[in-house]
């Protein structure tokens, strides 16, 4: 299992830079838009196959899939469970605090728009609250476990594929109409934030705790 070794840790490059291709352009996007145009935007844009494709992809930034990622991580490697947990935790906790604490106020379009609107596009079967908005917590945790799996499994590489998959998740928030695009571009920010500085302080610390055991390896 291609785990990452001991050593400089050095943020992948390729994750980076579609990473940064997303900051810029979102922040453009967001400078440009209103917060209702840029919601529409993206949420107006719409098809049969879409409604099914992100209603399932979005669950990939749900807290379930990250926990059901470290269980796989167990059998393998201790020391990649306990920083992913740590990670998952973190992103968690500062998610809900901004969510509840800060920006209680903050509403999502239900509540902006109004569950009667006819502009909004809605998908059968997606629950939607109308307070506690931003940030979009399923997109901080999609940024988070994938710069974690980039950085665990040194597939540098190939990081970019996952940041890809990341931005999905967060685009399927707006085009699901439980979010707004301003909401995803700041829990983006969060979820490669804390699994960067998670996975750099704590990898050194936990391996030289556990080495590199795991349920299916013990030597």
Known sequence: MGVSSAGPIK???????????????GGGYLAAYTRAESFFMVNGLHAPWADVFFNYLTYAGDG????????????????L???????????????????????????????YFG???PQIHFVEGVVRHAQNSFPSGHTATAFALALFVV??????????????????VGYSRVYLAVHFPV???????????????GYTRLNDVVRGKFGDRGLLNRG
Not at 11 to 25: K, N
Not at 100 to 111: I, K, T
Request: net charge positive; charged share 10%; hydrophobic share 65%.
């Open 11 to 25: 943020f992948p490059r390729s994750f980076l830079y579609a990473y940064l291709v997303f900051v810029l352009l």
């Open 64 to 79: 379930a899939f990250f926990l059901g990622v470290l269980l796989v991580l167990l059998l393998y490697r201790y020391r």
């Open 183 to 197: 909401d995803v571009y700041v829990g983006s920010i969060i979820g490669v934030v804390i699994a960067w500085v």
């Open 81 to 111: 469970a306990l920083i992913g947990l740590a990670i998952f935790l973190t992103t968690s906790l500062v998610v809900q605090l901004l969510k509840h604490l800060f920006f209680s106020h903050v509403l999502r379009p239900v509540g």
């Open 151 to 168: 950085m665990a499994f040194n597939i540098h590489k190939q990081g970019w594929l996952l940041a890809v998959l990341a931005m999905l």
């Open 115 to 117: 569950a009667d609107n």
